[in-house]
């Protein structure tokens, strides 16, 4: 089922490394032909369009795409309170581990009357996505949702695709989350069409163009958010989930299958990774994986998943070789479970979330442990982070100067401006020193 990699008698390179790492057959330009000209309806016709999108792919014509209030509030209402009190503790777990993303406004005075005031700024208004198909998804609402309320967005709306069971509407659950985290602007619908509306704005639904969107999606939303980038800000182009695990000798094999097999359920492309120099412990795992494989809920999903390309059992020499091979592949999902993980930990470069020990599996961060699991796939992770506050916020710099502040720098300012042979920056600077 696991393919295997065996890395124990040579030291691959950085450069070798990163072709080796498995990976999903995925390619986002693929999808851009389809996605832009679904963009372009939606950019074009607006309601109407998304009303067809909605029929074609969704397999149902919603009544109405912007959700009424009290349907949100029936949702609210009619969830099962088990999950009601799951969600809440969720959203004031993830609202309290936020916080400390926010940055305090802070001013560096270079000299009297010279001061630089760094602040951060939300951004006005922002489009989170949250996606249908294969499952339910209300944490992604509470993960969107917080942080850009903890960012100080003034402006938030959802956009889930309309489900052909529930007559066109948004799935209740992701209503009822909507509500209990406090938004009530969502719309029904999916897909390209979605992140369209959200960047150019559809009049007819007075749905206002965002300035930022976020949120997971297929191949098409991800394309969607390539075309539109630039008119508005992303987090990122998610693709399928991701858990690489490093473990020696001192892992629980039945924990370690647990955890690969928990994200193969998300998708036939979900990668599940094991990197360890124990081959015994592999061997252990794979007998694991195949018996709770084979009695899953949803068995062929995950029997998929883990013989596809992008899953392996890496065999390496150490746990040095271990580290390496995982930054190489820079996962969404990073588990360390050995003797001394914090030793492990010191050697990681490039993770968009890290699960230290045994008693911090993937599935708490997806929902309880307080932290974001809007992470970066694909080896994104070596360059960007998972969603935050930081999202949503933009650092500015304002300058204060007053009159002899600026005097003092006069004279380097005009050798400057006339070394780049721009002599009227200079002159803008003297004009002031003639002024009274």
């Known amino acids: ?6 890395l124990r008698s040579n030291q691959p390179s950085r450069a070798e490394l990163a072709r080796l790492v498995p990976r999903a057959a995925t390619d986002v330009t693929v999808a851009s032909d389809a996605a832009r000209a679904l963009v372009e309806e939606v950019r074009e016709h607006g309601q109407l369009a998304l009303l067809d999108q909605a029929e074609r792919f969704d397999g149902v014509r919603p009544d109405h795409i912007r959700v009424h209030g009290d349907e949100i509030a029936r949702a609210v209402a009619g969830l099962e309170p088990a999950v009601r009190e799951a969600l809440e503790q969720s959203i004031e777990r993830v609202r309290t581990a936020t916080k400390a993303q926010v940055p305090p406004s802070s001013v560096t005075t270079l000299a009297p009357g010279a001061e630089v005031v760094q602040r951060w700024q939300p951004v006005g208004r922002v489009g989170l996505y949250v996606p ?4 339910v998804y209300p944490s992604s609402v509470v993960m969107n949702v917080v942080p850009a309320q903890v ?26 989350a909507a509500g209990l985290a406090g938004i009530d602007e969502v719309y029904a619908m999916g897909g390209a069409g979605a992140i369209a509306a959200f960047a150019y704005g559809v009049e007819s639904l007075s749905l206002d163009p965002v300035d930022v969107v976020t949120g997971p999606g297929n191949v098409y939303v991800a394309a969607a ?8 800000g992303i987090d990122s182009e998610a693709g399928p ?3 690489l695990v490093i473990a020696d000798d001192a892992a629980d094999p039945e924990l370690v299958a647990a955890d690969l097999v928990s994200q193969a359920e998300h998708d036939e492309l979900a990668a599940a990774v094991l990197v360890t120099p124990s081959e015994s412990l592999a061997d252990a795992v794979v007998a694991a994986v195949e018996r709770l494989a084979s009695a899953a809920h949803h068995r062929e999903r995950v029997l998929a998943a883990l013989g596809g390309q992008q899953s392996a059992i890496v065999l390496v020499p150490d746990l040095v070789a271990a580290a390496a091979f995982s930054n190489a592949y820079g996962p969404e999902h990073l588990e360390i479970q050995t003797e001394q993980p914090g030793a492990v930990l010191d050697l990681i470069e490039s993770a968009g979330a890290i699960f230290l020990g045994a008693h911090a599996p993937v599935s708490l961060g997806d929902y309880l442990a307080g932290s974001n699991h809007v992470l970066p796939t694909g ?4 360059y960007a982070s998972g969603l935050g506050a930081y999202t949503f916020l933009r650092p500015q710099q304002v300058i204060r100067y007053d009159r002899a502040a600026l005097l003092q720098v006069e004279e380097a300012i005009v050798a400057l401006s006339t070394a780049e042979d721009l002599p009227a920056h200079g002159a803008a600077v003297t004009a002031r020193r003639q002024r009274p």
């Not at 249908?132 to 499952?135: E, I, T």
């Open 132 to 135: 249908g198909g294969k499952a």
């Open 379 to 382: 080896g994104a992770a070596r």
């Open 151 to 176: 960012a100080g967005v003034a402006s938030i709306a959802i956009a889930s695709p309309p489900q052909r069971e529930h007559g066109g509407r948004v799935h209740p659950t992701i209503l009822a």
């Open 225 to 232: 958010k390539r075309l539109v980038r630039g008119l508005v």
């Open 241 to 243: 989930t991701e858990i």
């Open 1 to 6: 089922m696991l393919t295997r990699l065996d």
